[in-house]
């Protein structure tokens, strides 16, 4: 049932990366969003009206905002289980899903005197940690304790395909891909990040953390500290009207103090190239054949980008990762850790061939009180930053 509560506090604090040196870090006193009787787990900000958000908690409770009213609007109570994660549905930002415990349910955020969800999906076995909303198709994504990610058609709201058979630990993350419509990305606590033709079931690519690469596969900053795993806690993918030239990339926020942000093209390509190989089997080649695919292989293949504590980044793991929706879309990499801070990383410099290092474009640093939860952006020039932190409280910066 809505219940209106006293909400927020003041202006939100406003940071300009553009006027800061290179690095800088900041204290300042955010906006604070109440609402939450226990700690704020998740954060959605709606693309088609900007302001407005919508927070989930450990109270088991959904709390909406309007950034241009100083109190919450509205709290859903879906139950007494923690509400792990939350996604608008792509292009109707009246419904809103929320997953809890082993279940998704779906509200129309317009329907103020009833708060009964419009649907319920109980095809997980284990405890939900993320769900995702494709914004190509219907499609719906959860993925859960057990290593399993159902992917719901919403339309005909039943189970579409199930994920498993690659994660042996705790599925803590999925994304689609927006370029690429059968294509979704996980990430686990097993140090795994897995590419999926979800059409199928079937995994393009799994890329395991727990496995050394070669130094030539690395640009930009150093290993991961090594007394924290690379457990994948995030996945940020870019929207594909994001901004101009930057790269179909995947960045993975990981335990061990790294963002690794992986070009999908390239990955998909080594993928097929190594397929093609097998098929092809014993067929003789030459070595000008071989000279000439090892010759488009180096000019297809860029390095992986890792940023980390080498360059002004992390210094415990990474909980959280999103690319900005202010501004130039996609221009800032925007990270939060365990460290009880929030990095903008200037992604526009780093997405480039020409660009050799992104060492110098950690635009700024906001030092928080407690670890952060989760964040996200909005699509507006002020008040563009929310955090959540491990109180329950939301955070609200101006970083444009």
């Known amino acids: 049932m809505a219940e209106p509560h006293s909400g927020g506090e003041s202006r939100a604090a406003s940071i300009n990366p553009s006027t800061q040196e290179i690095g800088g870090t900041q204290q300042m006193n955010p906006r604070r969003l109440k609402g939450h009787k226990a700690a704020a787990t998740c954060c959605v900000a709606s693309r088609l009206r900007p302001g407005v958000i919508a927070s989930s908690g450990e109270d088991g409770c959904i709390c909406l905002f309007d950034l241009r009213c100083k109190d919450v609007l509205f709290t859903i109570d879906v139950g007494e289980e923690p509400v792990s994660s939350l996604c608008f549905k792509t292009g109707n930002d009246d419904i809103l899903y929320a997953s809890s415990g082993t279940k998704v349910s779906c509200f129309d955020i317009q329907m103020a005197s009833s708060w009964k969800p419009l649907e319920t999906y109980s095809y997980n076995k284990d405890e939900i940690n993320q769900i995702s909303f494709s914004t190509k198709s219907n499609f719906l994504a959860a993925a859960d304790d057990s290593g399993e990610v159902k992917i719901i058609d919403s339309c005909q709201q039943s189970l579409y395909r199930t994920l498993r058979m690659v994660h042996t630990s705790i599925c803590s993350c999925v994304q689609f891909v927006p370029w690429k419509p059968w294509t979704a990305i996980t990430g686990g606590l097993d140090l795994k990040l897995a590419i999926w033709d979800f059409s199928k ?52 926020a990981r335990g061990d103090g790294v963002i690794d942000v992986i070009d999908l ?23 000008k054949a071989d000279a000439q695919s090892a010759k488009t292989m180096g000019q297809v293949l860029r390095k992986r980008t890792r940023l980390d504590y080498s360059l002004g980044g992390h210094t415990a793991g990474v909980s959280c990762v999103s690319f900005s929706l202010f501004g130039e879309r996609g221009k800032f990499l925007i990270s939060g850790g365990n460290d009880a801070s929030v990095k903008l990383w200037d992604w526009s410099k780093c997405s480039y061939p020409e660009q050799a290092s992104c060492s110098t474009h950690l635009s700024l640093t906001v030092n928080m009180n407690r670890k952060v939860n989760w964040l996200c952006t909005t699509p507006t020039d002020s008040e563009n930053l929310v955090v959540c932190d491990t109180s329950k409280i939301l955070k609200i910066y101006t970083v444009a």
Request: glycine content about 8%.
């Open 201 to 252: 079931g079937r995994p393009h690519n799994v890329i395991d953390y727990g496995m050394a690469e070669p130094d030539s596969n690395i640009t930009n900053g150093n290993a991961g500290q090594c007394f924290n795993p690379a457990f994948v806690h995030s996945i940020a993918v870019p929207e594909v009207d994001m901004l101009p030239g930057l790269n179909k990339v995947c960045a993975a």
């Open 265 to 287: 093209e390239v990955e998909l390509a080594n993928t097929k190239s190594k397929s093609s190989s097998i098929a092809k089997g014993s067929q003789p080649r030459s070595r």
